[in-house]
């Protein structure tokens, strides 16, 4: 069949995304060709901020490179704006002359930056922040020391201010409006966020109008209407813009604001449809991806001919883009007649939380300084829920439903499949699942190049890691750690723990301190960290903070689906006895639960209420038995095979030898979880070779195999060496394990430690010298010293009900 032609003008975000989801639902109707004013393939627009601010280069934004266009036959006139339509005779006039036909036409040719008619507005340096040449034009400009004026304190003025500063420019933003970001924010966020911008070192003017810019043929200064004169040697104009209509306006198709488009984005013309901000629908027009790309998919389905879908305008949310300030804004936050507020400030850690109620159905939020529950809110706001019965918990947030105290890893785990978790691009959560589990992906990376989820504002990263880690458990390592620890600090994982190391550091606001963290408590990303690297480099000294733990390690136990717990205590090296039984039985008859053979080797009591673990610890602690450390970043369950003791095969005592492991090895804290299996001979019947650290018997005595790991991913281990004797393999697995854990980064498994400093580094440190090994060995033992405590016994003693969640101590913020 003849294929019919489609011709796209505007080669952007909202029409590239059209045409994708067209191809999805009919690749072979229409021949394609797409009109682009800028000489590039499509680039992700929002992530410009990114490559002004140094954190992502060009190359990283590109969405659609030349050889997806050609891959999917796609004529690419890159390089080349469109001038003229003739409806009449259904075709498109480039400035060129180049001339093409359509049957069906798609604009979407976005927005233009408002520009003030101010004098002075030609000068070289004056100019707006709206593609990759005027990026490329301000790093060019941007020198440190220089100085820059941003004309606009919105979010794009902020981005652009924030991205300049971090060029090493002296920045100002001036701003007509009394407070920043009028339209996302009131008075306490906004005058939150002008306290957090100053102390990035960025000048905030409020209620200050610009007259115009000074200079000879480049800009030299700003002037206010009050008299000042700003020195500049860039000025960056971000006050709005305005949907780019004049191609379709002179082509006598119908625009107001913008081109006017029904619900299915057709136009005046039937045969020519519009996406993006160059449209407006219903009187709105738009400046966020949210929308655009659900227009995309509605412009597609009628280009495919199936012709059901309809547009329909949903609350926006806005989240600003500047490392370390957390801050979202949607639906009607400003309240008024008619509307409630539920109000939350603490100015001290720089929170404020407000949500607005009407009818009791949520029609705003604003949250500044924790985000957590944004996800939530906005589903509860755009499904129009009930929330009287959530009341009670509603600024709390999701977690704090039913178990007061979960972190953001439980609202992930109870947030229904159908939450929207990526708003650009429409992701659910289920469908996120299910490309993890369906296509084994592993990384963030994996999982964005496969659903686009967070490839756009990338403001939902957090959410999608989450769902990473909670879908593949214990397997999830986070992305390589070059960058920032987190949001709270500029300093990786490497200096973090160098300073702790060469600045003696020893406790959370000591190191907070020293090394200039940005927010005065942290975050549930770095504390965690930050304890596990003070209590690993400085054992004894340094002191353990329950409240630096995740949820499950603050609780000893693991949590369940249905908010009940999971006591696991130890059964060393597997091998368990009649009493013991007896008191697991005794308790599972007592909660009336059932138990469960884990496959560490292990017995789990689960559905234990969170008020009953301490009775139970305490019972199991009366009766000898430790905690198993089930839930934690520690030396988890030696696994072992019955060995030469009775297996006919066995060439080796494995079991003694993983008894003996087992007790020595306790208590360790480790960056992650560290499994260990001993088998008796090659037959391997204990899977030593999917464990952080295996050890085979073999006939001259044993393997040492490391780094295995199994799950989603399975990761057989690397062989590192043979050794003769028991204590010979115990003294190699304490020096690997203490390697680990002075170099492994937090939450990194062994596996993905080694794949980062390469196996040859790994046996380089262990067994090319045997003194440097023993001394690693030594310092393993001495940690062990402190670390082989029972936190069940501390816990079951503890006379302090809050213990796991006691007020946090507030640390000075950062000079
Ligand atoms: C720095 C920055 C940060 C942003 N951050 C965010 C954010 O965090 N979150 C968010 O949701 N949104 C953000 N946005 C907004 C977002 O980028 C836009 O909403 C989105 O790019 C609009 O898509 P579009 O396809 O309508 O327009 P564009 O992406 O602008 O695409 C339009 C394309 O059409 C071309 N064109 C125009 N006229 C013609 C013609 N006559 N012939 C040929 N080609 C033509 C243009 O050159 C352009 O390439 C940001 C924007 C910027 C600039
Ligand atoms: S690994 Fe070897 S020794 Fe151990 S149970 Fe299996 S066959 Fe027997």
Redesign the pocket.
């Known amino acids: 069949m003849k294929k019919e032609k489609l011709i796209l ?7 590239v995304r059209a045409i994708e989801e067209l191809l999805a639902l009919a690749p072979d109707k229409y021949e394609i060709t797409v ?4 000489p590039h393939g499509n680039y992700n ?2 992530l ?2 990114h490559v002004l601010s140094g954190e992502k280069p060009f190359a990283d934004t590109v969405l659609n490179d030349r050889a997806w266009y050609e891959k999917h036959g796609i004529r690419l006139e890159s390089g ?4 003229a339509i003739n409806r009449a005779r259904r075709q498109v006039i480039a400035a060129d002359g180049t001339i093409a036909d359509y049957d069906k036409l798609l604009l ?4 233009r930056p408002t520009m003030m008619p101010l004098p002075g507005s030609h000068l070289f340096g004056v100019m707006s ?3 990759i040449a005027e990026v490329e034009t301000m790093l060019d400009l941007a020198r440190p020391g220089r100085r820059a004026v941003v004309v606009g304190g919105g ?2 003025g902020l ?2 201010a924030y991205g300049l500063k971090q060029r090493g420019m002296q920045v100002t933003v001036v701003h007509l409006m009394d407070k920043l970001m009028e339209r996302q924010l009131d008075a306490p966020a906004a005058a939150l966020l002008k306290r957090s911008l100053e102390e990035r070192g960025i000048a905030v003017e409020l209620g200050a109008e610009t007259q115009g810019f000074v200079g000879g043929k480049q800009v030299e200064a700003v002037r206010l209407r009050d008299g000042r004169t700003l020195p500049a040697d860039l000025a960056v104009v971000a006050i709005g813009i305005r949907p ?1 209509v ?2 379709a306006q002179q082509s006598g198709i119908h625009c107001q604001r913008g081109i006017v488009v029904n619900g299915s984005m057709q136009t005046y013309d039937p045969r020519i449809y519009a ?4 449209v407006e629908h219903a009187g709105n027009t ?5 929308p ?1 790309f659900k227009q995309a998919k509605v412009v597609a389905n009628h280009l495919a001919g199936l012709g059901h879908a309809r547009y329909e305008d949903q609350p926006l949310a806005t ?1 600003l ?1 500047i490392t370390g300030i957390d801050l979202y804004s949607a639906g009607h936050f400003g309240g008024g007649d008619g509307y409630e507020e539920l109000v939350m400030e603490d100015p001290g850690r720089g929170v404020y939380k407000k949500l607005v109620i009407r009818d009791n159905r949520l029609a705003g939020a604003l949250l500044y300084g924790d985000t957590t529950n944004e996800t939530w809110y906005y589903d509860l706001m755009r499904d129009g829920s009930d929330i009287s019965e959530l009341r009670p918990n509603l600024l709390h947030g999701h977690g704090h439903l039913g178990d007061a105290g979960h972190s953001g890893a439980v609202a992930v785990a109870s947030m229904p499949d159908e939450t929207e978790v990526c708003g ?1 691009n429409g992701i659910t959560k289920g469908m996120i699942v299910k490309a993890i589990t369906d296509k084994g992906l592993f990384t963030l990376e994996e999982v964005r190049s496969h659903t686009k989820a967070s490839a ?2 990338g ?1 939902c990263t957090g959410k999608v890691e989450q769902i990473l880690a909670f879908t593949l458990g214990g397997d999830y390592s986070p992305a390589p750690q070059e960058k920032p620890l987190c949001g709270c600090t500029e300093h990786t994982h490497a200096e973090v723990r160098n300073a702790i190391r060469e600045q003696h550091l020893t406790t959370i606001p000591e190191t907070m301190r020293f090394l200039e963290w940005k927010t005065p408590d942290g975050c549930p990303k770095c504390r965690p960290a930050l304890n596990y690297y003070l209590i690993s480099t400085w054992p004894g000294e340094a002191k353990d903070d329950p409240q630096s733990r995740v949820h499950n390690e603050r609780v000893h136990a693991n949590i369940q689906n249905d908010g009940s717990y999971s006591v696991v205590p130890r059964t060393w090296g597997g091998l368990t006895n009649a009493k013991e039984l007896r008191v697991i039985a005794d308790l599972a008859e007592k909660y009336n639960v059932p138990v469960k053979v884990t496959g560490g080797q292990r017995l789990a009591i689960p559905f234990i209420k969170k008020e009953d673990l301490p009775k139970v610890w305490a019972t199991l602690n009366d009766n000898d038995m430790l905690s198993g450390f089930a839930y934690g970043k520690a030396v988890r369950s030696v696994k072992s095979c019955v060995g030469k003791g009775l297996c006919r095969f066995g060439t080796q005592d494995s079991l003694g030898l993983g008894v003996a492991v087992e007790k020595k090895f306790w208590g360790a804290w480790t960056p992650h979880k560290f499994k260990m299996g001993v088998s008796g001979c090659p037959r391997n019947c204990a899977e030593a070779t999917i464990k952080d650290f295996g050890i085979v018997g073999v006939d001259s005595g044993w393997e040492l195999h490391v780094g295995g790991t199994c799950g989603v991913r399975v990761r057989a281990t690397d062989l590192l060496c043979k050794v003769a004797t028991d204590d010979e393999a115990i003294e190699h697995a304490a020096a690997f394990l203490q390697l680990y854990r002075e170099e492994g980064w937090y939450l990194e498994r062994s596996s993905a430690w080694i794949e980062r400093v390469g196996m040859p580094y790994v046996k380089k440190r262990i067994l090319d010298d045997g003194a440097a090994r023993q001394a690693l060995a030594e310092r393993f033992w001495h940690a062990q010293q402190f670390a082989q405590v029972d936190p069940w016994q501390d816990r079951a003693k503890s006379d302090r009900p809050d213990y796991e969640y006691a007020a946090l101590e507030v640390v000075e913020a950062a000079a």
């Open positions: 003008v505007g080669n952007g975000m909202a029409g009109f682009g004013e800028e627009r929002i410009l901020s080349r704006k469109v001038v979407a040719t976005g927005a922040f709206r593609n979010l794009l981005e652009a780019n004049e191609l996406v993006g901000e160059c738009y400046g966020l991806v949210a655009l989240k883009k650009c756009s504002c403001s």
